[in-house]
């Protein structure tokens, strides 16, 4: 199968965009196929990233499925980021998944996407092989505003911060906001087996690197591992980062 750019259209017209790279397996019993890894970009990226084509690149070298996408509103899918929620975009990666993978899956999320990753790792039960977490950020609409921001939000008003990653400031739309709030899940067990691994820069001045350390105290699984990355950003692409994340899914143990 092809993994050029393709288009996946839900039911109410959203047209979601995905690079799938079948891997080696194809036409395999689903019990029979290696995992599919499955990328979540982080608030406002896509899979064009870095992270997200090193990753592609890696799988297929090896082989190993893979599948990238861009949520409705970001990249080249259709829609307007202001709609996006945790709870809409993860509807498009369950979907996806669901339509184009067979087997199991490895979730990998970056950031925003490390939430994600959560979420829908919960909703994906036994098809769960693993994860890993990039700087995963669960539940930053509590942590991540202050309270004069969150009242702004409540309220149904947009808040706009500097963005040290482009020119525009970055929004965090009132919908979101109050979605995200449901979502929340380190005051909970969150309730997944697999292997999790947990990558953090300890220079990340973004999401402190003690919500890793939540996360996995959170996590039900006794198959968890923090890597903390001294001298580490946010983003964690430098190359050695990405030297880091390969090892990391390379000997991440499958069940």
């Not at 939000?153 to 929004?171: F, H």
């Not at 190359?239 to 990391?248: G, H, P």
């Amino acid at each position: 199968m092809t993994d050029e750019i393709d288009f996946y259209e839900l039911g109410d017209g959203r047209r979601i965009a995905f690079r799938h790279f079948a891997g080696e397996d194809e036409g395999a019993h689903d019990d029979a196929l290696r995992p599919t890894l499955v990328f979540l970009p982080g608030y406002m990226s896509d899979m064009a990233g870095g992270k997200a084509t090193a990753i592609h690149d890696w799988a297929v070298a090896r082989g190993q499925p893979c599948l990238l996408l861009d949520y409705s509103g970001c990249g080249r899918s259709t829609g307007d980021f202001a709609d996006g929620t945790l709870s809409r975009w993860c509807e498009e990666v369950l979907a996806l998944v669901r339509e184009r993978v067979g087997g199991p899956v490895i979730l990998i999320g970056s950031s925003m996407g490390g939430w994600l990753m959560l979420l829908a790792g919960e909703a994906l039960g036994p098809r769960l092989a693993g994860m890993v977490g990039i700087a995963a950020a669960p539940d930053f609409s509590d942590w991540g505003y202050s309270d004069s921001q969150k009242a702004e939000l409540a309220a149904g008003r947009t808040v706009l911060e500097d963005n040290p990653y482009g020119p525009e400031p970055t929004p965090t739309h009132p919908g979101f906001w109050q979605d995200a709030q449901r979502q929340r899940l380190l005051g909970r067990e969150i309730a997944i087996d697999c292997p999790v691994r947990l990558l953090h820069g300890q220079a990340d001045p973004d999401v402190p690197w003690e919500i890793s350390l939540r996360t996995a105290a959170a996590l039900r699984s006794d198959e968890v591992q923090v890597t903390l990355v001294k001298g580490g950003d946010h983003r964690l692409s430098r190359e050695q980062d990405i030297a880091l994340l390969l090892r990391t899914l390379d000997a991440l143990p499958i069940q």
